[in-house]
């Protein structure tokens, strides 16, 4: 019986110091992108020596979540390592169709679950902020469309009422290709007759659920508004290949 049992050991300062700057990221609270203190400050802070908090760092980087850059200062890492981003967006940029239907299966399990959540739990800055981007989104229409990015902040700013860290953390680390992939998105459905109102009126309908409080209603809005981009991003592609051809 005595054999099941292993001798408990206590954990090293820089233990404890990797698990709590694990634990701050898996939270939120550190960012991808965001430099962290200092040694020295962070030695302070939590009253170790910076031996300690520097031989944490090494382990931190050496997993994946800290990188030192040239020039200075070490940072939250994002999930999606930047060398692999990179050749993705251009893959969407070139409007490779397995590539952008992938994402949109990545943006459909993400966004229609943030839009659930955001439904139940968005506060009133939450939705006064999307009225505040619909309304821009109403203007640029009248001029043929608006700017991806402002589509970009909207989808955001949903997943951001969702209230959940890890939601957002994970929409951070791939936003290039999210951006990416609505800027190809909206350059196909611009240049089709129709669909500059129907998108419109998809994030209105989307806006309007959450700011109900109708949490089903919400996701099935934002499903069908993303299986729409998905189902005709494709037969658009399609046919701009068919005419090359």
Same mark, same amino acid.
């Not at 902020?129 to 608006?146: N, P, T």
């Not at 949903?158 to 209230?163: F, G, N, V």
């Not at 109708?214 to 991003?233: I, Q, S």
């Given at each position: 019986?005595? $054999? ?5 050991? @206590?954990?090293?300062? +820089? ?15 550190? %960012? ?18 910076? @031996?300690? /908090? ?15 850059? *040239? ?6 890492? +994002?999930?999606?390592? /930047? ?10 940029? *070139? ?16 966004? $229609?679950? +943030?839009? =659930? ?10 939705? #006064?902020?999307?009225?505040?981007? =619909? ?7 009248? +001029? ?6 402002? &589509? ?14 890890? *939601? /957002?953390?994970?929409? &951070?680390?791939?936003? $290039? ?10 350059? #196909?459905? =611009? ?28 996701? &099935? ?5 993303? $299986?729409?981009?998905?189902? %005709?991003?494709?037969?658009?592609? *399609?046919?701009? %290949?068919?005419?090359?051809?």
């Amino acid at each position: 019986m005595a $054999t099941v049992f292993k001798p408990i050991r @206590p954990k090293k300062l +820089s233990e404890e110091i990797v698990n709590q700057i694990k634990e701050l990221i898996s939270r939120g609270d550190l %960012k991808p992108g965001q430099k962290i203190p200092s040694e020295r400050e962070l030695a302070s802070f939590l009253g170790v020596s910076r @031996p300690s /908090v520097r031989e944490a760092i090494m382990v931190l980087e050496a997993m994946g979540f800290l990188e030192s850059r *040239q020039g200075g200062g070490t940072y939250v890492r +994002s999930l999606a390592d /930047v060398t692999m981003a990179d050749p993705l967006a251009s893959m969407v940029e *070139q409007r490779d169709p397995r590539m952008l239907h992938a994402l949109t299966e990545v943006r459909i399990g993400l966004e $229609t679950w +943030s839009a =659930y959540l955001a439904a139940k739990r968005a506060e009133d800055s939450d939705i #006064e902020r999307l009225r505040e981007l =619909y309304a821009i989104m109403v203007e640029q229409a009248k +001029s043929g469309g608006w700017d991806a990015e402002i &589509d970009f902040q909207f989808h955001l700013t949903i997943t951001a009422a969702s209230h959940n860290t890890l *939601q /957002v953390h994970i929409l &951070d680390t791939i936003q $290039t290709l999210f951006q990416a992939t609505i800027m190809v998105a909206l350059s #196909e459905f =611009y240049s089709k007759e129709g669909y500059i109102e129907l998108l419109l009126n998809h994030h209105r309908e989307i806006m309007e659920a959450i700011a109900a409080r109708d949490p089903e209603l919400a996701r &099935d809005k934002m499903m069908e508004h993303l $299986t729409l981009v998905d189902e %005709k991003l494709a037969l658009f592609l *399609q046919r701009d %290949k068919s005419d090359r051809v």
